[in-house]
């Protein structure tokens, strides 16, 4: 740990156990980070030549990538849409007024995203297998950003498969990476964010990522922004369960369609 985080564990009268946890904690999630960062740069490296005919308007590299079901790719490729990273520094490189360029990048990121997610939904399984990795770094800890990640992956895809997923984890009260800070700060919880716990459960995450996917159509309003509190999560823990949403929870592959109804 820090110097500054023994600090603390000093004057908190930490135990050597807890300071070790927290500790290890830590370690691994810079591991998981670094292990992360290196699957991306080799993401990127494999997508270069799909990514830029993309920019070109091209899709059928794309395709191909979709018909062999090579997921790491299609969900990476939706990744770099959704964050309209795709074609930003060409356009903005062919375009230099902001007024022009911003458009130009918004609406071709949003005919990718728009293309891919179809392509994803389409393939069964695709979002089992996103909640199977979720379940699995539940079980270990330092997998907090990925599991998030894998929720917003859910989210954007937005498939009925998908949504059956994210209400597979509403329940779920696991928060493995919030055990550091709740180690290093339990002594000082009347400066902690009431909603941190909340925020960093699965449930939390699977909250959140309902709310963003219904859209106007969400039980429970994120007022919070990306934080959600208690309330917010219990309220849409009670629709999933209800006949509202009977409809997702008991969607089934071969008589349902892939996408929920247009909004």
Known sequence: MSALSYGFAG???????????GSRIMTRMHEIER??????????????VIVYALYQGEFRFLDAAAAQKDMDVLWY?????????????????????????????????????????????????????????????????????????????????????????????????????????????????????????????NASLAAHAMGRVLGEDSPARMYHGKIVVEPEISVVQTWWKSDAAKFYREWNPETGPMMPPTR
């Open 77 to 201: 490729v939706l990744m770099e849409a959704k964050a309209k990273h795709i074609g930003s520094s060409e356009i903005r490189r062919d375009h230099p007024d902001e007024l022009v360029s911003a458009p130009l990048i918004t609406e071709l990121n949003e005919k990718i995203a728009t293309h891919v997610r179809l392509k994803i939904a389409a393939i069964p399984g695709h979002a089992r297998v996103l909640g199977n990795r979720f379940e699995r770094m539940s079980q270990d800890v330092g997998y907090f950003f990925e599991r998030r990640k894998i929720m917003r992956g859910l989210q954007m895809v937005g498939s009925m498969e998908a949504i059956q997923q994210i209400g597979r984890f509403l329940q779920d009260k696991r928060a493995p990476d919030a055990l550091a800070a709740q180690l290093a700060f339990e002594k000082m919880t009347d400066y902690l964010d009431p909603a941190a716990e909340s925020r960093e459960s």
């Open 11 to 21: 004057v908190l009268g930490l135990s050597e156990s807890e300071e070790n946890e």
């Open 35 to 48: 292990e992360a960062e290196t699957k991306k740069a080799e993401l990127e490296k494999k997508t270069e």
